[in-house]
């Protein structure tokens, strides 16, 4: 029998979540998820050495939560150049050894997410390139959690493009025009300024998550009003929004102060429980009021904004409802289940640059839970973080949407041709449909959804008769329509 360092001599194996053995990683940083079994009351940390391309190595050593669980995080990245590698992972605790391997090979796909850094003409930034490296490293996280969920889900371990970079995007606005703008009056400019610009506006595959530099924050006045709660910490943020739809995902740069500048930093920033100094920085963390909850919201908002340009619409919960307030929960074991007030979505805003008078709801008020949601939080939190995406979500897009589709042909492909076929009360489509859903004109909420799998090849959907009612009789919701090559189209009675 094997003996442990510790002395134990019980036999243990290490259960490895994600990722799987042979699987293809697509994405830079790696996340690994994993548990030591059976528990062991001596074991206190794992080993991790990860074998890269030239026999490069890196190690980590990581503690163990109660129940034995474990996740670490790798940067794949200094193989940048590199076509296809073979990796390899060797983890160790007490009696435990596991060994798996895995492939990276950087995404290739001609539908892309470009950051960009905004910049009014008159403003002048010397921290522009730490910031923008900052946004790299946030996105490149991002990415890896977009994988590591839907992968949770049942899905291809896919995940979106990133088109290099984060550059610099000077606006034709002053930092005083910038300043007197509302949120969505600040994505609709900055929508348009992107599509007129000779450098990205031609370049129809590109969709945009871009951080707005000039955003401040008045905390003297938050302190001299006495209301310290989040509605009014948002009356005194300028040049600031988090708001996406369409092709664009926009954000202010006030809450950069609780993200982490290198690899090495991000767990201390999710796990920091160092209290907001409101007086000097606004708090964005659902009441949490500390800088890892700042971080676990904005960066969730992030996730849950771009969700939105990828054509999601609202849940009840998970990433695009109430649960993008616990990314905190992706990257930690052995956190206490968190009882956060309510997100409500509000029906007000952006429209699409091109003058579509479509809404882009968004979770905006708060309000506390009720008692009886106490224990559906610690189940929801034990089981899937509370971070996680529905399974209309999950399919849509991933893994049909083109954004997710690895290394498509140059050609633009034909488009669907989808429409309602008002006598028959059908749903039809040229194409195989992959996804129904019937969302609510005022905020998006899915009400209900159908999925069908490709290989049923189905191109007609009958709606039953109470989803007619509120598609065409109350006209209170609107059909979202999803084909297996990835098309999508709105379909409501005015269109």
């Known amino acids: 029998m094997f003996s442990g360092a510790n002395g134990c001599k019980r036999v243990h194996s290490i259960e490895v979540e994600q990722p799987l053995e042979a699987e ?7 996340l690994v998820k994993g548990r030591l079994l059976p528990k062991c009351s001596s074991a206190r940390q794992l080993k991790a050495t990860l074998r890269l391309r030239g026999d490069r190595t890196v190690e980590q050593l990581t503690q163990l939560s109660a129940a034995g669980e474990f996740k670490l995080l790798f940067d794949l990245d200094s193989q940048e150049g590199v076509g296809e590698s073979l990796c390899y992972l060797e ?15 950087p995404r290739n796909s001609s539908y892309k997410v470009q950051p960009l850094y905004i910049l009014c003409q008159d403003e002048q930034s010397d ?3 730490e910031l923008r490296s900052l946004i790299d490293l946030n996105l490149r996280l991002v990415q890896c959690i977009y994988a590591h969920k839907l992968q949770s889900a049942g899905f291809p371990n896919r995940t979106f493009t990133l088109n290099g970079s984060c550059c610099p995007f000077r606006s034709q606005l002053t930092r005083e025009q910038a300043l007197s703008k509302s949120e969505n009056e600040l994505w609709q400019h900055f929508a348009g300024e992107i599509i007129a610009c000779p450098q990205w506006g031609h370049q129809i595959r590109l969709k945009f998550v871009a951080f707005v530099g000039c955003t401040t924050y008045d905390g003297p006045g938050v302190v001299a009003s006495e209301d310290t709660s989040y509605a009014n910490i948002r009356r005194h943020l300028r040049g600031h929004a988090a708001l996406g739809g369409g092709g664009l995902a926009l ?3 006030a809450h950069f102060y609780a993200w982490p500048r290198t690899l090495s930093e991000i767990g201390d920033c999710v796990r920091s429980t160092e209290r907001v100094d409101i007086s000097r920085l606004p708090d964005e963390s659902n009441y949490r009021r500390t800088y890892g909850g700042v971080y676990a919201s904005t960066l969730g908002a992030v996730c849950h904004e771009l969700g939105h340009c990828f054509d999601l619409g609202h849940t ?14 992706v990257l930690t074991v052995d956190q206490l289940t968190e009882h956060l007030p309510q997100r409500l979505v509000e029906g007000a805003a952006a429209e699409s640059a091109a003058g579509s008078a479509t809404a882009r709801p968004r979770f905006t008020k708060l309000k506390l839970q009720p008692g009886v949601k106490l224990l559906d939080n610690y189940h929801n939190q034990r089981r899937h973080d509370s971070f996680y995406f529905a399974r209309n979500c999950a399919v849509n897009p991933w893994p049909t949407h083109r954004l997710a589709q ?12 989808i429409q309602i076929n008002w006598a028959t009360k059908e749903i039809i489509s040229d194409k195989a449909l992959r996804l129904v859903e019937l969302r609510c004109n005022r905020n998006s909420l899915v009400a209900h959804y159908e999925e069908f799998h490709p290989e049923a090849a189905v191109h007609r959907f009958s709606l039953p008769a109470s989803l007619w009612d509120l598609l065409a009789e109350q006209r209170s919701h609107y059909a979202f329509v999803l084909t297996t090559s990835g098309d999508t189209k709105r379909l409501s009675c005015d269109s």
């Open 24 to 30: 293809r990683v697509e994405h830079s940083l790696l």
């Open 91 to 105: 983890l160790r605790s007490c009696t435990g050894v596991r060994l798996i391997s895995i492939t990276y090979k």
């Open 127 to 129: 921290r522009e390139e």
């Open 251 to 253: 954000f202010g740069s």
């Open 316 to 329: 009840s919960e998970g990433v695009m409802g109430q649960g993008f307030d616990y990314l905190n929960r």
């Open 406 to 417: 690895p290394e498509l042909d140059v050609a633009e492909p034909e488009p669907a041709e």
